[in-house]
Structures are given as structure tokens and as C-alpha cells.
């Protein structure tokens, strides 16, 4: 590393172990970029850390132990501050949000309060079998499912995700298809995510999105809508994963350096509000996952009389570089 | 431990134009478009060129590819059974010059 560049450089919060890279800020400033929030469209609700699983690319370090999981209370003030604002998207997220007994009543207020409501799935969680009026209830509110499908081979799905979630997913992939989900013609809308399954970037969407859905109609004859891929986040579990298997320094450097400027203006943090189990409020789920509260101070959802004002400045840290790496992260 | 082959080697292929730039700007212009999309998709390509680095041995290429197949949707299987086809062709190719050992002996033996 160039010397004199190194005197610049700051703490970027990722330890001692970590290479030093530019700080998220000053990379912005270099580019004469100010990151702020434009008019919120988008409440994203985190239901909580328990989960069936624990993937190793996990932001959050969610999993079966974790005890943090939205009560009724905080439910109730999360419906009530939706009532208050007119929200375009509701995208309800976790851990894994079928774990949580008070998601059925969630979604039932809601489903008056915005024209689109998304569910983020594990799949394995939705199709174990002791929540199956979940695929009925979701048919009936016309709920969008976003459903975790990282890859279309069983090794690397499951080195990710667990032993036994590649077949679990196929399975509720297809069940989700029998109600009509994904097919052609209907308004249920299937969606599929695929992170990477390793320390490196994800694959062009378009491309991806062309061969998965060759290849699950041709195996398995399972139908979807779009597919995302998405960066994993240097948090959490992944980020103790990365450090761990030796990949901490290069991955934040491929993020770092794949920087680009005309990125910033569409990330998610810019139309998004995010809500953690406890009611607390971020300009995103990876700002949760960090520690960095929306506004640099922690306010409750019920003390919010509207959605956050647009042009107010948003929280950022070195793992933003996620989100503005090549085609962004929307 | 000194080696010929170093992996931060890699990045400064680049410096291979310093003295003769225009060769260079030619190559690595031809090097870039054979590998956007074509008939066959980047996928496909990374695929080949990883293939092909096992049979020319190269390490840069080998790590390069490796890292490209992934980033481009592969799996380990695929690259695995890629590798596969390219040691088929190379011992093929090997095996089938017995036929010009067994023409020759043909010619000389009684």
C-alpha cells in the first residue's frame, strides 16, 4: 500500500484485522456525493433474529438461538405508524419472519395500508410443516414472496444455507407454484434472491435470472417471476466467516474498489425506512445489523408523526461499499 | 519462500504494455471483447478459459478463473467437469499418436 495514502486512511470499523481501505465518507466526498434520504416509500420491518436457520453469509447473525423477536406491542406501534404514512411498499423481513406469532395479525393490518406487501423467505421455515395456513394467508393479501434460492446446485446452496435446505426449498418452491405463484398470468408474485456463495461478487442478474429459470423449469418445473442477485454484506456471520477463512482483506477491497459513483443515487437507504423488532429506526437492514440508528440517535417508531424528511443525511459505514459495488444494490 | 510465481504478480499484468504500448492496447482490447457476451454467454467463456488454463498450467489464469467462474454463477461441479473435458482432449490427443506409433512399428516389424 502506498504510504502516503495510508496516512488518510481512518479507522473503518472492521478491526485490526482488516485491511485499511478509504473510508465510505471520504469516498463519497471525493466524488462530490452526499448520500441523503429522498421521499420514503418503502418500510422494511424486522421481525426479529430467530431463525431455523444460520446461514453463514448472514448479515445479522441470526439462528434458533437468538432471542430477539418482536412482541405485539411493538407490532401494534409498527401498524400504527404505517397508518400514519402513506407507504408505497411494506417488506417484511428477519430472521426468518414465519417464526414470529404475531406476523399473521401484521400482515392482516397492513394489507389496507399499502398496495404492495413483500415477504422476505427462507423457504425452509414457511414449509415445515407447522405453518401451513402461512401459504394461504399469504395467497389471500396478494403477499409478494422474496424467497432466498442462492443457487441452482445443491453443494453450494448448502454450504451457505445448511445441510438439507436445497431439497426443502425446491419443495416449497413448488408448492408456492401450485397456488399459483410465479405462473404466468397470475398476480402472485414469486421472486427469488441469490447471494453468492463464497467471497466473491454475485453474477449479472440478467444473465442469472435467464438460467436459473431454464434450468428449475427444466428440473424441476418450477416457475418465478424475477430473480435479484445480491452482494453479501461484511456483517455478522459472514464477516466473522470472512475473517476467519483469510477473505476478510480482498472481498473489502473488491467492494472498495469496485466503487461506482452513478450507484449512489439508487440505493435502497435513500427511499427506505427500516424498523428493527424493538421498534427502533434505520436507514437500512445493514445499519440495524451495525449498530447505526437513523439520524445518528435511536427513535422509536412511535414517536415518528411521519415518514423521515427527505434530504435528511443517512447513516453511512465502510460495508455501504456493498451496495455501490458495479451495479449497486437496490 | 522465493518463487517465480507470485499472486500479486497478477494485477500488474497491465505493466506488460510499458514497453511496447500499442501491442499491448491491441491485446488487452482483442483480450476484453472475446470475453463479453457473445453467441456464448461470459459464463460459458469463464468456463473455457478455466479449462484451458489447467492445460496450459498457468496460475495467474487458474486463480483468475476461478474467481471469474464463480463470480459468473458457476458451480464447483461445473468447473470440475470443465477441467474433466479439457484432460480428456489432452490425454486423447496423446493417446491417439499411439496410431502413428503403431504405423511406424506396422512399417518396421515383420
Redesign the interface.
Known amino acids: 500500500m502506498d504510504p502516503a495514502k495510508s496516512s488518510e486512511i481512518t479507522n473503518t470499523g472492521y478491526g485490526k484485522e482488516s485491511m485499511a481501505i478509504e473510508p465510505f465518507r471520504q469516498t463519497l466526498a471525493t466524488h462530490s456525493l452526499k448520500l441523503e434520504r429522498d421521499q420514503t416509500t418503502t418500510l422494511q420491518i424486522n421481525m426479529g433474529l430467530l431463525c431455523n436457520q444460520t446461514c453463514r453469509h448472514c448479515h445479522l447473525d441470526a439462528g434458533p438461538g437468538r432471542k430477539e423477536n418482536m412482541n405485539s406491542e411493538t407490532a401494534d406501534q409498527i401498524a400504527d405508524y404505517a397508518k400514519r404514512c402513506s407507504f408505497e411498499v411494506i417488506d417484511i423481513t428477519g430472521g426468518a419472519p414465519e417464526l414470529n406469532h404475531n406476523l399473521s395479525g401484521l400482515i392482516e393490518r397492513f394489507s389496507s395500508l399499502a398496495p404492495r406487501i413483500m415477504i422476505r423467505s427462507n423457504l425452509s421455515a414457511l414449509n415445515d410443516g407447522k405453518r401451513d395456513h402461512l401459504f394461504d394467508l399469504f395467497k389471500e393479501y396478494g403477499m409478494v414472496i422474496v424467497a432466498s434460492f442462492p443457487?441452482?446446485?445443491q453443494?453450494?446452496t448448502e454450504s451457505q444455507r445448511g445441510t438439507g435446505v436445497f431439497s426443502m426449498s425446491i419443495a416449497a418452491l413448488k408448492k408456492l407454484n401450485k397456488l399459483g405463484y410465479g405462473a404466468d398470468g397470475s398476480d402472485l408474485e414469486l421472486n427469488l434472491v441469490?447471494n453468492?456463495t463464497?467471497a466473491?461478487?454475485?453474477?449479472?442478474q440478467s444473465?442469472?435470472e435467464k438460467?436459473f429459470r431454464q434450468v428449475l423449469s427444466k428440473k424441476w418445473g418450477i416457475v418465478f417471476n424475477n430473480l435479484f442477485t445480491f452482494a453479501n454484506v461484511p456483517l455478522g456471520r459472514f464477516r466473522d466467516w470472512l475473517l476467519k477463512s483469510g477473505n476478510l482483506d480482498k472481498y473489502i477491497e473488491k467492494l472498495s474498489s469496485g466503487f461506482n459513483p452513478c450507484a449512489v443515487e439508487g440505493v435502497m437507504c435513500r427511499t427506505m425506512v427500516s424498523v428493527s423488532w424493538d421498534g427502533y429506526l434505520y436507514d437500512c437492514d445493514f445499519n440495524l445489523a451495525r449498530g447505526l440508528p437513523m439520524g445518528g440517535r435511536k427513535i422509536h417508531v412511535s414517536e415518528m408523526a411521519g415518514p423521515p424528511e427527505s434530504g435528511s443525511p443517512i447513516a453511512v459505514a465502510d460495508h455501504c461499499y456493498t451496495c455501490t459495488a458495479g451495479t449497486g444494490f437496490t | 519462500m522465493e518463487t517465480y510465481y507470485k499472486p500479486e504478480d497478477l494485477p500488474k499484468f497491465e505493466e506488460i504494455g510499458k514497453e511496447a504500448p500499442d501491442l499491448a492496447d491491441k491485446f488487452f482490447d482483442y483480450y476484453g471483447a472475446v470475453f463479453c457476451e457473445g453467441e456464448l454467454t461470459e459464463r460459458e467463456k469463464s468456463l473455457i478459459a478455466l479449462a484451458v488454463a489447467h492445460t496450459i498450467q498457468c496460475p495467474y489464469c487458474i486463480d483468475a478463473f476461478t474467481q471469474s467462474c464463480l463470480e459468473k454463477g458457476s458451480n464447483v461441479a461445473e468447473m470440475t467437469e470443465a477441467i474433466h473435458v479439457v484432460t480428456a482432449i489432452r490425454g486423447g490427443a496423446s493417446l491417439v499418436h499411439g496410431i502413428q506409433m503403431r504405423n511406424i512399428a506396422e512399417k518396421l516389424s515383420m
Do not use: H, K, M, V
Open positions: 443457487s441452482l446446485n453443494a453450494q441469490s453468492p463464497g466473491f461478487l454475485p453474477s449479472s444473465e442469472t438460467r
